[in-house]
């Protein structure tokens, strides 16, 4: 059973920084996409940063401030999100979502057959 597990999300003043953690253990997601999608309420989920195997996206609106990454320890894999400059339009529920396929599509708004097959429970963050 896969579960993805999040941390990270707080209140936060404008123009400070903070770092989402998105930690899976499983040896079925040896290759996979892993990323962060955000919510506000009333508003539809957006793609914010994915990675997919040695591909990276960013949507425009947080490039040059947010910077994701993952980092791999035997069978665990935790991808991080640096939200560096944060910007009140960045309050959010941010979702951690990951897939053994390639659905980068379905971060950038591009081709997304289905949407990605495992997702966190949510980490709120609030700028202000």
């Known amino acids: 059973h896969v579960q993805l597990v999040e941390s990270g999300g707080e209140s936060v003043q404008a123009g400070g920084s903070l770092r989402l953690s998105c930690a899976v253990s499983d040896y079925t997601l040896s290759r996979y996409c892993m990323g962060w999608f955000r919510q506000v309420p009333g508003k539809e989920r957006e793609g914010v940063a994915v990675?997919?195997?040695?591909?990276?996206?960013?949507a425009d609106s947080v490039k040059g401030r947010f910077t994701i990454s993952e980092d791999k320890v035997k069978s665990k894999t935790t991808v991080s999100l640096l939200m560096d400059a944060l910007e009140p339009e960045d309050t959010a529920m941010y979702y951690c979502a990951a897939d053994p396929l390639d659905l980068i599509g379905c971060w950038s708004g591009s081709w997304c057959p289905r949407p990605p097959g495992y997702w966190g429970q949510g980490t709120q963050v609030t700028v202000s």
């Open positions: 990675v997919c195997g040695d591909k990276t996206w960013h």
